[in-house]
């Protein structure tokens, strides 16, 4: 069976293509077929693909409404096929929700993107009630600045939305885009770094959301 993961945040610069291609990554070093499809226009994940020389992970560009209808006939050889969304274009973000299983939210702790993100969570939430819940969503807070406690307010922003919030996070780390720039992650160039750690923190609170495994929806203060 495939489960498809969208990462979807209609801001620029959410962290989208970060999470996205370091999700796959972690996905495909656990022994999982992974799939990448990048959904944007601009074709970030295809670049990040390019930049390997393709060794990494396969990546197919499908950056069209009818996404969810066209990804029907490539995932069935895949265990996972994570979407990375595209900035802006609603239509982009209707169809990848429809094909999604479960989505991420990457948000960063600050209240403009907060709110930016109510025509998303609205969207969700109107496929989320014709389908019985379908697609699981959360949000994954991106980018914290190091050294800083992650408010309590940022959880509890987030949390009024009515959509969990993953206690794992990534912080502002140059790795990211270092790794990035040669078509790599963290976890393939510093496999023992902070980033790494980071990225597997996630990956394991995402499979735990999926079968079902607690994350609160507030949480008083991560440490970092
Ligand atoms: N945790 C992080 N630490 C440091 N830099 C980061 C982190 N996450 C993302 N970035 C950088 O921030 C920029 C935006 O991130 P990214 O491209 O992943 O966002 P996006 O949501 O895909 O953007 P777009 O909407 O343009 O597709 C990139 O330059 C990326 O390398
Ligand atoms: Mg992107």
New binding site residues.
């Given amino acids: 069976m495939t489960t498809t993961l969208a990462v979807l945040?209609q801001?620029?610069?959410?962290?989208?293509?970060?999470?996205s291609t370091n999700i796959a990554c972690q996905l495909q070093l656990n022994d999982y077929r992974v799939l990448l499809v990048d959904s944007?226009p601009?074709g970030?994940a295809r670049d990040w693909h390019a930049a390997s020389d393709g060794q990494h992970l396969p990546v197919v560009g499908l950056d069209r409404a009818t996404l969810d209808r066209d990804i029907k006939a490539i995932t069935k050889d895949y265990d996972w096929v994570v979407i990375?969304g595209?900035?802006q274009l609603r239509e982009m973000a209707v169809a990848a929700i429809k094909a999604a299983d479960v989505i991420l939210i990457?948000v960063q702790p600050s209240p403009y993107d907060i709110w930016a993100c109510s025509d998303l969570v609205e969207l969700i939430k109107s496929r989320q009630e014709v389908t019985d819940g379908r697609p699981k969503t959360a949000f994954v807070i991106?980018?914290v600045i190091q050294g800083t406690k992650l408010s309590k307010e940022v959880r509890e922003a987030l949390a009024e939305y009515g959509l969990p919030v993953f206690e794992h996070f990534?912080?502002?780390?140059?790795i990211?885009?270092n790794s990035?720039a040669s078509g790599s992650t963290p976890m393939l160039m510093e496999p023992s770094g902070e980033g790494a750690k980071e990225v597997q923190r996630i990956t394991r609170e995402l499979n735990n959301f999926i079968t079902g495994g607690i994350t609160r929806g507030t949480h008083s203060e991560a440490a970092l």
Wanted: hydrophobic residues 20%; without cysteine; charged residues 20%.
């Fill in positions: 945040n801001k620029g610069g959410a962290g989208k293509t970060t999470l944007d601009q970030s990375d595209a900035p990457p991106s980018r990534t912080s502002q780390r140059v990211y885009p990035a």
